[in-house]
T-cell receptor, first 113, second 114 residues
Framework: RKEVEQDPGPFNVPEGATVAFNCTYSNSASQSFFWYRQDCRKEPKLLMS???SGNEDGRFTAQLNRASQYISLLIRDSKLSDSATYLCVVIVLYGGSQGNLIFGKGTKLSVKP | DTGVSQDPRHKITKRGQNVTFRCDPI?????LYWYRQTLGQGPEFLTYFQNEAQLEKSRLLSDRFSAERPKGSFSTLEIQRTEQGDSAMYLC????????????FGPGTRLLVL
């Protein structure tokens, strides 16, 4: 089983739509959670961290459910510029040191006019 | 530009040749990471350094791969005797404790092995 699993999509939505992505992780020792955005042939860029209490940044809302081991990202009022691949990322901490990022395969979003 | 930089951005080589990539992290970031990304996949961790010490290596890092960070600043990733399966995007990231170890990625080096 993959450590981080995402629906690869693509999600094709019209401008203005609300779209949600889910991600599941297998390691219950996962400590930190993020969503990264990656444009075609570009590097990943941090979109937002994900906290247990949930957090919002403008049109983006991230949620974490530790009991079910899943993370979600909600995008409201989609813009054409939101078209990208969204990568779910976890960090498993061990030995008191910062672990490396474990990425999902990504979910592709395409926002159409 | 004060972000992570990588050189070269693209590399085409023949199977069996050696290649070396360079990464310059954000100034004062003491952690530096290497990842590899193939088409349709998320990036996969290869190795990371804290200052000049290489603290972790993935099973993906075969004997043909070696990474160094001799002075705790820039890093190099060398692949010896390249194989077609090495074709990928090689990404470098850096982080700093004061920023919660948030990793910032460079633009990557795209390698094609013919």
């Amino acid at each position: 089983r993959k450590e981080v699993e995402q629906d690869p999509g693509p999600f094709n939505v019209p401008e203005g739509a609300t779209v949600a992505f889910n991600c599941t992780y297998s390691n219950s020792a996962s400590q930190s959670f993020f969503w990264y955005r990656q444009d075609c042939r570009k590097e990943p860029k941090l979109l937002m961290s994900v906290y247990s209490s949930g957090n919002e940044d403008g049109r983006f809302t991230a949620q974490l459910n530790r009991a079910s081991q899943y993370i979600s990202l909600l995008i409201r009022d989609s813009k054409l510029s939101d078209s990208a691949t969204y990568l779910c990322v976890v960090i498993v901490l061990y030995g008191g040191s910062q672990g490396n990022l474990i990425f999902g395969k990504g979910t592709k979003l395409s926002v159409k006019p | 530009d004060t972000g992570v930089s990588q050189d070269p951005r693209h590399k085409i080589t023949k199977r069996g040749q050696n290649v070396t990539f360079r990464c310059d992290p954000i100034s004062e970031h003491n952690r530096l990471y290497w990842y590899r990304q193939t088409l349709g996949q998320g990036p996969e961790f290869l190795t990371y350094f804290q200052n000049e010490a290489q603290l972790e290596k993935s099973r993906l890092l075969s004997d043909r791969f070696s990474a160094e960070r001799p002075k705790g600043s820039f890093s190099t990733l060398e692949i010896q005797r390249t194989e077609q399966g090495d074709s990928a995007m090689y990404l470098c990231a850096s982080s700093l404790k004061a920023e919660g170890w948030t990793q910032y990625f460079g633009p990557g080096t795209r390698l094609l092995v013919l």
